[in-house]
């Protein structure tokens, strides 16, 4: 597996698997199969509500703990008074840790930039130097919050994971991360189907010229951009095959084909957007 170096040493793969919206009872054999298959890095979170599957699934799969990268993600904390924050991060991470059933993680993000994620951040400091997690990082943030961040702390976040599809291709916010050091990591990489993206006019050619999926150019496309991708489906023929995605490259022409996709604005919604701030900030996952 094809790896990138973070801004502290640490090997990350490219490609892994991710669980968002896959159901607890579907979790487990949905990672084994992805084990199976060849992914090593698996991405979960507490919000998402199946992180014990996830560890079961580890647990059952017989791979050397050493050879997997884990990342799971802190919801939302009600600071509460002074201090709490922190304590509450830090009682978080155990319980992730707990419900994995793992000893440490590779990495560990904030999964939304709201509350008082300067108190998580701190928090996450201490676990990331006490060597609880291998690198920490940050999900969703925009660049100027994610600057915020860098310049007010002492640890620059590892990771941003943000949404990054062929719709909404963040070029800007990847020039950013390039220049302070932070990994762009893509969720969502394939629009959850929509705009008709696994039948698309531009894409399917660049598909059916390579003999490939529409999904494997995609990720295909992200890696060559060094951008991380953890793509997820349920289906095994589509987990094996969103692996298989080593044995090709795009040509430059196909990259700036792919480029005027780009829409310049989130399918899903807008982090900046105050229903949308009101809604997740309300909302408590541990």
Do not use: C
């Not at 976040?157 to 762009?184: C, K, Y």
């Not at 991708?229 to 969103?242: A, D, G, H, L, W």
């Not at 009101?278 to 541990?286: E, V």
Request: hydrophobic share 40%.
């Amino acid at each position: 597996m094809q790896t990138v170096t973070l801004n502290n040493g640490v090997e990350m793969p490219v490609l892994g698997y991710g669980v968002y919206q896959v159901p607890a009872d579907e979790t487990e054999w949905a990672v084994a199969a992805a084990l199976e298959a060849g992914y090593r890095l698996l991405d979960t979170a507490a919000a998402y509500g199946n992180e014990e599957a996830v560890g079961r699934a580890i647990a059952g799969s017989g791979i050397p703990r050493s050879e997997l990268f884990v990342t799971t993600k802190l919801w939302i904390q009600d600071s509460g008074p002074a201090g709490a924050g922190e304590k509450r991060t830090a009682h978080a991470f155990e319980s992730s840790l707990a419900r994995l059933g793992l000893d440490y993680l590779d990495l560990y993000l904030i999964h939304q930039p709201y509350g008082d994620y300067y108190s998580e951040w701190r928090a996450m400091e201490r676990i990331y130097r006490d060597g609880d997690a291998r690198a920490i990082g940050v999900s969703n943030f925009h660049p100027d919050r994610l600057v915020d961040l860098i310049v007010n702390n002492e640890i620059v976040p590892a990771v941003n994971q943000i949404e990054t599809h062929p719709f909404h291709q963040r070029a800007e916010d990847h020039a950013l991360m390039v220049e302070h050091g932070v990994q762009h990591e893509s969720w969502g990489p394939f629009a959850e189907g929509k705009n008709g993206i696994f039948t698309h006019p531009v894409l399917a050619p660049i598909a059916q010229a390579r003999g490939k999926s529409v999904a494997q150019v995609v990720l295909r496309w992200l890696i060559q951009s060094d951008v991380v991708v953890i793509p997820k489906s349920v289906t095994p023929e589509r987990i094996r095959q969103n692996i298989d995605v080593f044995d090709f490259e795009l040509t430059p022409g196909e990259l700036e084909t792919i480029a005027g996709l780009d829409q310049g604005g989130s399918l899903f919604f807008d982090h900046r957007n105050p229903t949308m701030v009101a809604r997740l900030g309300s909302r408590r996952a541990d």
